[in-house]
């Protein structure tokens, strides 16, 4: 498994941007599918978007597609979420997820092998 950590998370104004980055360790971070999820006070865990090893293929969300990027830079291990145009229903725990294998399959099955902590992100109004 890797390990990793989250970070850029926080209060921000509706409208504005923040950036949310994934370090990740222990083992060869191209090798794994990389997925972004977030979980709202009361509600199920929710996928939010996904990208393969090679950064090649991305899947987003119907609610967050148009607004939210995902990357991946493989030289310094780490994965980004790039968020704009923030709504209050944004507001949640955003956690990092990491899979070997397929990006469709880890994202069909929200069965990743890794994750992290959790950073906060909290749009007002």
């Known amino acids: 498994q890797v390990q990793l950590v989250e970070s850029g998370g926080g209060l921000v104004q509706a409208g504005g941007s923040l950036r949310l980055s994934c370090a990740a360790s222990?083992?060869?971070?191209?090798?794994?599918?990389m997925g972004w999820f977030r979980q709202a006070p009361g509600m199920k865990r929710a996928f939010v978007s996904g990208?393969?090893?090679?950064?090649?293929?991305?899947y987003y969300a119907d609610a967050v597609k148009g607004r939210f990027t995902i990357s991946r830079d493989n030289a310094k291990n780490t994965v980004y979420l790039q968020m704009n145009r923030l709504k209050p229903e944004d507001t949640a725990v955003y956690y990092c997820?990491?899979?070997?294998?397929?990006?469709?399959?880890?994202?069909?099955?929200?069965?990743?092998?890794?994750w992290g902590q959790g950073t906060q992100v909290t749009v007002s109004s």
């Open positions: 997820a990491a899979d070997p294998r397929d990006i469709v399959v880890a994202i069909t099955t929200e069965d990743f092998e890794s």
């Open positions: 990208l393969s090893q090679s950064g090649g293929s991305t």
């Open positions: 222990g083992r060869t971070f191209s090798k794994y599918a």
